[in-house]
């Protein structure tokens, strides 16, 4: 919800960030599968947040708040801003565990949700990332709901890294070169991050998991439904409200580092 808007807060319209969907898998029923979203600061060309760490400000000694001002939720948006997208959800990585009785069923069911933030690479710096002789590149025809382009032109494009079999798929566009720019930044954010976490396991074998426990497979939060209860397994509190939180944008926030 806080991407949507931009990184404004419910009924705030002054949001800084573009939301863009890269690609989305659905279910027989409608519900989701697996989703790829890039999430990019207005003021940068390629992200905001790629190798500088996750910051979309140009003072490269880190955050600088005012704090002079005593107005907080200023204080909030100043630092939103220089955080970047990466900066504010990077500690959203984890499994996501929701449960709920279906309303098809009088049970509690528990099902998860895998959540992986990686910064993006600024479009200025995929060609150098990503030599184009380490890249599989295949185009095809589009599959499913979509009118007469569906099956009628070659628009549908799969990007394989060849070192690593990192791949991406893309059809939601009906430009194949549209789709070709999405799966060229889904791959070098995936490879990207894949070097990432090797250096960092290179430096540090004696780590059980990266950042500090912030491994993705490791359960970060419940959301309990029937007992309206969130629960963050890694600070140790609870809040009442699911949908509250949800939907307001807060809950990034509550329960951030």
């Not at 060849?162 to 009906?174: D, K, L, N, S, V």
């Amino acid at each position: 919800a806080v991407a949507k808007r931009g990184g404004a807060e419910e009924g705030e319209s002054n949001g800084h960030w573009d939301v863009e969907v890269l690609s989305l898998s659905t279910t027989d029923l409608g519900g989701v599968k697996e989703a790829s979203l890039s999430v990019t600061s207005k003021s940068s060309s390629g992200g905001g947040y790629g190798s500088s760490g996750g910051y979309s400000n140009n003072n490269s000694t880190g955050i600088d708040i005012d704090l002079d001002n005593n107005d907080t939720e200023a204080q909030d948006q100043q630092l939103l801003q220089q955080l970047g997208p990466y900066g504010f959800f990077q500690y959203e990585s984890g499994v996501h565990r929701v449960q709920r009785v279906p309303i098809n069923d009088n049970k509690l069911q528990t099902s998860a949700v895998s959540v992986a933030v990686l910064p993006s690479i600024p479009d200025s710096q995929i060609t150098s990332s990503l030599p184009p002789e380490e890249l599989k590149i295949e185009t095809m025809r589009a599959s499913g709901a979509g009118g007469q382009h569906v099956n009628t032109t070659e628009s549908a494009v799969r990007i394989t890294h060849i070192p690593t079999g990192i791949m991406a798929y893309m059809q939601e566009e009906r430009s194949q070169h549209k789709n070709k720019a999405k799966g060229l930044k889904l791959v070098a954010a995936r490879v990207h991050q894949l070097r990432r976490e090797e250096a960092m396991q290179s430096r540090s074998q004696a780590r059980s998991s990266l950042m500090g426990g912030g491994d993705r497979s490791e359960r970060i939060r419940t959301y309990n439904y029937p007992q309206d209860r969130i629960t963050d397994h890694r600070c140790k509190v609870s809040v009442s409200g699911v949908g509250t939180w949800l939907g307001g944008g807060g809950m990034v926030r509550k329960f951030g580092p």
